[in-house]
């Protein structure tokens, strides 16, 4: 079966780091885009950050420009989240999803992304 699965969350104090894992299993990412969107309380759910199946693509939302950045490694099938200068506002339920795509880029919009994980909880707070 297509699943992704998040790891890498926790609560942490503004400033500091988290690093996020969405571990691809059933797929493999050089043919799937891969997409992290966080959803908080009562807020709608938000994408952050996307990579296209060349890797060569990479968008972020303007809220997380310059502190979060997104990577992979396809040795170990995996897609990184790094969180940087972590803010109050950056709470939520964080999600990867993954859509086939072989070409092209990829965006940030949810309607296009099949395989949804669970997701895994980001709190920061002081």
């Known amino acids: 079966q297509l699943q992704v699965v998040e790891s890498g969350g926790g609560l942490v104090q503004p400033g500091r780091s988290l690093r996020l894992s969405c571990a691809a299993s059933?797929?493999?990412?050089?043919?799937?885009?891969i997409g992290w969107f966080r959803q908080a309380p009562g807020k709608e759910r938000e994408g952050v950050s996307c990579?296209?199946?060349?890797?060569?693509?990479?968008n972020y939302a303007d809220s997380v420009k310059g502190r979060f950045t997104i990577s992979r490694d396809l040795s170990e099938n995996t897609v990184y989240l790094e969180m940087d200068s972590l803010k109050i506002e950056d709470t939520g339920l964080y999600y990867c999803a993954a859509v086939l795509k072989i070409l092209g880029g990829c965006q940030l919009g949810e309607n296009e992304y099949g395989v949804w994980g669970q997701g895994t909880q980001v709190t920061v707070s002081s």
């Open positions: 990579i296209s199946s060349t890797g060569g693509i990479i």
């Open positions: 059933g797929f493999a990412l050089e043919y799937y885009a």
